[in-house]
């Protein structure tokens, strides 16, 4: 599924790197602790998180993840949003919660991460 694709089906508006129109999501990844996301592979993955600060991005960096779908109606600061167009991550801004984004993202086909 195509990144702009995720963000209509969350109700969300895209920030940091621009979309990519090409990269595909295949699975989905949902949690705040940022350690467990360090833990899988997360080739072809989106994050939902919402947690909303800087060591989301550098987490994301490091786990090669590049779009991340924030919920709860977090807003990334300046910072954050510079770094993630740094880092080449979108963001997905979405005012559903973890929850509501997991289950729409699983009825549109993405997979769970395992």
Do not use: H, W
């Not at 979309?19 to 350690?35: C, G, I, R, T, W």
Request: with cysteine; glycine share 8%.
């Amino acid at each position: 599924m195509k990144i702009d694709e995720i963000a209509k089906l969350v109700d969300g508006q895209v920030t940091g790197a621009p979309a990519d129109d090409v990269y595909e999501v295949q699975k989905a990844f949902a949690s705040d602790l940022m350690s467990d996301v360090l833990r899988f592979s997360m080739d072809e993955t989106v994050l939902i998180t919402g947690l909303c600060n800087n060591q989301t991005m550098r987490t994301s960096e490091m786990a090669d993840l590049r779009v991340v779908v924030i919920g709860r109606d977090k807003q990334p600061d300046a910072e954050m949003i510079a770094l993630a167009e740094e880092m080449g991550i979108t963001i997905i801004k979405s005012r559903y919660s973890i929850f509501k984004i997991s289950g729409i993202l699983y009825g549109a086909g993405i997979k769970p991460l395992y």
